[in-house]
DNA sequence: ATAATGCTTCGGCTAGCATCGAAGTATGAA
DNA sequence: TTCATACTTCGATGCTAGCCGAAGCATTAT
C-alpha cells in the first residue's frame, strides 16, 4: 500500500523535501529525515519501489526526486487534510533563498544563475543542448576565448567531459557541469565576479555588483 | 500523520469499504477488516481522530461515513497511485446489488425504495423533514389512515419518536424511521407487498410484483 | 596504485503498535 | 427488573519494521 510508505515520519521528511520540487541526493535526504545514509538507502529503496520518486544518476551521487506530478499532487492533498485536522506540519521552504539563487554543485554553478547561463549559452548556440548532451559549438569556443579566456585545451582531461547537464534542484531543470562548468566558475572566481559563502560548510554563491553586471552582458535572460 | 493511519492494512480495508459512500456499523467495519471489534474499535478511534471518519450514533448502532468528500478525494487519488504502482487492490463493490434496492434497518424499511419514500412523503407533505427533525403532519395522518390503515395512536410509544431520520448507508440519505418507518414496513409485509428474505441474517426485502405497483403509487418517484 | 566519498547490503537490536481476551458501559428488548 | 446486543476500555502478548554499526561495492580524486 502506497500511504504505507508515506506513513513513516523518516520518509513522510523525505517526501515533504522533495516537495518543493527540487532533487536530493540520497545523504541530503538522510539528513532532511533525521537519520543515518543506511536506513535512508533502505527508505529510498522502498520508495522507488513504490514509484513514489526516481532516482538519477550523478557522477557518485545519486539525485532524487518526485517521480511525477500526481505524486506531489496527492502529497500536497495529504497535507491538507493534516492541516485541517490539527496537526499541522509547517516546515517552511528551505532556509536560504540565496541557495535558490546561485549556489556550488561540486565545482561549477548552479542555481537560477546557472540554469539562466546554460538557457543564454543554448540561445547564443554556444553550444548544443539534446537531452543529457552537451556540445561545446566552434562559436562557442571563440566566445570563451575573447570574452573569459577559457582556451579548449584547458577544458580536456582524462575522464570528464567537458559539457554535462546537471539536474538543478532548486530550477528543477538543468544547468552546465563538466570541465566547462568548472573552468568558468573557476573564472568568475578569478575574475572576483562571484566567491563562495564564507560560512563553513555554505554553498551560497555570492555575486559582487560588477560582476552581476559582467555576468549579465554575456549570460542575461531572455527577456533583458 | 494522515498517511500513518491511512498505511495500516486493517484501516485502509475500512475505508476502502467506505469509500464506496455507504455508512457502517462497527462491527461490520471489523468483519470488513478481518479483526475483532475490539481492536475496530481502537483503528476507528484513531480515524475518528484523525479527522477521516465521522460517526452518527444510531440507537445501539455507531455508524460511520467519511468525514467530508475530500478525504474520499484523496483516498481515490492514493489508491490510483497505488494501481499504478502495480499493487493493485480490486476489492469489487458489495455482495448484492438487492441490498441496495430494498432492505431492514432493524424494523423499518431502507434503501432506495426506502429513501424514495421518505422523499415522496415530503413532497406529498406528508411530514416535514428539517434537519434530523421529521414531523407528521395532518394530511399525513389523514393519508396513512385513508391508504394504509394507520391510525395515530398505532404510533405511540413511551420512549420512541413517531418520525426519525436514519441514515441510509446505500443512497447515503436518510430514510424515515421511528415508530411510522416499523409500523410502514409492518403494514407492506401484512399486505404482502413486501417479504423479508428467508436466508439466514439476511436484511434484504423482496418486494412482489403487485406490491411494488401499490407502494409505486403511493409513493412514487418524483419523475413518474 | 592508494585514499576518499557516496551509497548500499548485512545482521542484530529495540520500540512501537496491532492484536486479542476479558471485563466494563450503554442502549434497547422482554 | 433482567437479559441481550453493540461497543468500548484495559492489560498483556507478539510481530513487524525502523534503526544503527560494520562491512562491501562504486566512483572520483591524488
Redo the contacts between chains.
Keep these: 500500500?502506497?500511504?504505507?510508505?508515506?506513513?513513516?515520519?523518516a520518509r513522510?521528511n523525505m517526501l515533504t523535501a522533495l516537495l518543493s520540487g527540487r532533487a536530493l541526493t540520497a545523504t541530503e535526504l538522510a539528513q532532511e529525515a533525521g537519520v543515518t545514509p543506511q536506513t535512508a538507502s533502505s527508505h529510498l529503496a522502498k520508495l522507488e519501489g513504490?514509484?513514489?520518486i526516481e532516482p538519477e544518476k550523478q557522477g557518485r551521487h545519486r539525485y532524487y526526486r518526485l517521480a511525477d506530478p500526481?505524486?506531489a499532487?496527492?502529497l500536497e492533498?495529504?497535507a491538507?487534510?493534516?492541516a485541517?485536522?490539527?496537526?499541522m506540519?509547517v516546515r517552511t521552504g528551505p532556509k536560504e533563498p540565496e541557495l535558490r539563487r546561485a549556489r556550488i554543485c561540486y565545482d561549477h554553478l548552479a542555481g537560477d544563475l546557472g540554469v539562466q547561463m546554460l538557457d543564454s549559452m543554448v540561445r547564443q548556440k554556444l553550444v548544443r543542448h539534446r537531452k543529457q548532451e552537451i556540445i561545446l559549438t566552434e562559436e562557442g569556443e571563440h566566445f570563451l576565448a575573447r570574452h573569459l579566456r577559457i582556451s579548449p585545451e584547458m577544458l580536456t582531461h582524462p575522464r570528464r567531459p567537458v559539457c554535462k547537464a546537471c539536474l538543478d534542484w532548486s530550477a528543477r531543470r538543468h544547468h552546465l557541469a563538466g570541465t566547462l562548468g568548472a573552468a568558468l566558475m573557476k573564472r568568475f572566481t578569478e575574475l572576483k565576479w562571484a566567491a563562495r559563502d564564507t560560512t563553513a560548510g555554505s554553498r551560497v554563491v555570492n555575486f559582487s555588483r560588477a560582476g552581476e553586471k559582467h555576468f549579465a552582458a554575456l549570460f542575461g535572460a531572455a527577456g533583458d
Tied chains: 1, 2.
Excluded: E, Q, S, T
Design positions: 500500500m502506497v500511504a504505507a510508505l508515506v506513513g513513516d515520519p513522510a513504490g514509484g513514489l500526481d505524486v499532487d496527492v492533498k495529504l491538507g487534510l493534516a485541517r485536522a490539527g496537526h506540519r
